[in-house]
């Protein structure tokens, strides 16, 4: 079984930068993706970013301030989140993607930018 910790979350002023990680445990062979995806209070889980071992996906809003980044194996992910806005605040989940077993999410890390 995979298991995902997440880490790096905190409180920022706007302007600011974090870096999440994301550690996969376990039996991590044949992971296809890992990404990440964000939860603000009273709103539903919405995609960031995902990466595979040939490209990078962004959504829309998070192009050109955030970068996905991955080890060779894709047992680990990171997400630089830079020129942070108040908007960015929410709960971020990582989540690994494999070619045979159910995905796999991580416990969440909250991230708070302050305006």
Not at 64 to 84: C, E, H, K, P
Request: with cysteine; proline share 2%; aromatic share 12%.
């Amino acid at each position: 079984q995979v298991q995902l910790e997440e880490s790096g979350g905190g409180l920022v002023q706007a302007g600011g930068s974090l870096r999440l990680s994301c550690a996969a445990s376990g039996h991590t062979d044949s992971t296809y993706a890992m990404g990440w995806f964000r939860q603000a209070p009273g709103k539903e889980r919405d995609f960031v970013a995902a990466i595979t071992t040939t490209n990078t996906y962004y959504q829309h809003s998070v192009k050109g301030r955030f970068t996905i980044a991955r080890t060779s194996n894709l047992n680990a992910v990171y997400l630089q989140m830079d020129s942070l806005k108040s908007e960015d605040t929410a709960v971020y989940y990582c989540k690994a993607e494999f070619y045979s077993r159910p995905e796999v999410w991580g416990q969440g890390t909250q991230v708070t930018v302050s305006s």
